[in-house]
């Protein structure tokens, strides 16, 4: 039998300190444990893979999101861009929202088009992140 895991570990100390607690010392030793959770957005199951670019001094830039064919990209924090300038920079991003969808065993994440366009504005050419100047609320 090979080594135990993390888990296995886990397992068998709480083994362990239930004899003790229930058999040896009759209720003497306390120990609290704490479940992990998980986020459901983390946890599910996607459809996409995102590559991440950042820029010379570690700065998160945005990402490309590849699903399938279909390849989109994202501002640094997080909006769809819908449109650039001529060096590529986004101009108009919109949010995003992310939605399970499915019963618990076949769920999958969704990602469905948020309801605010952000327009974005630079210093200088050199500036590849800018700031958000204006937000408004889409129209349906």
Avoid: C
């Amino acid at each position: 039998m090979g080594a135990l895991t993390r888990f296995e570990r886990f397992k068998l100390e709480l083994f362990n300190l239930a004899i003790l607690r229930n058999v040896l010392y009759l209720g003497a030793i306390t120990r609290g444990h704490q479940r992990n959770f998980v986020g459901l957005p983390i946890a599910t199951p996607k459809s996409w893979r995102d590559l991440y670019r950042y820029d010379d001094k570690g700065r998160l830039l945005g990402w490309t999101r590849y699903e399938g064919l279909e390849q989109k990209e994202f501002t640094a924090d997080g909006a769809l861009v819908m449109k650039k300038d001529s060096l590529g920079r986004p101009l108009e991003a919109r949010t995003v929202a992310y939605v399970a969808e499915g019963d618990r065993h076949a769920r999958t994440l969704k990602q469905k088009p948020g309801d605010t366009i952000r327009h974005y504005t630079y210093e200088n050419a050199q500036d590849r992140v800018g700031r958000v100047v204006k937000t408004e609320k889409a129209t349906p």
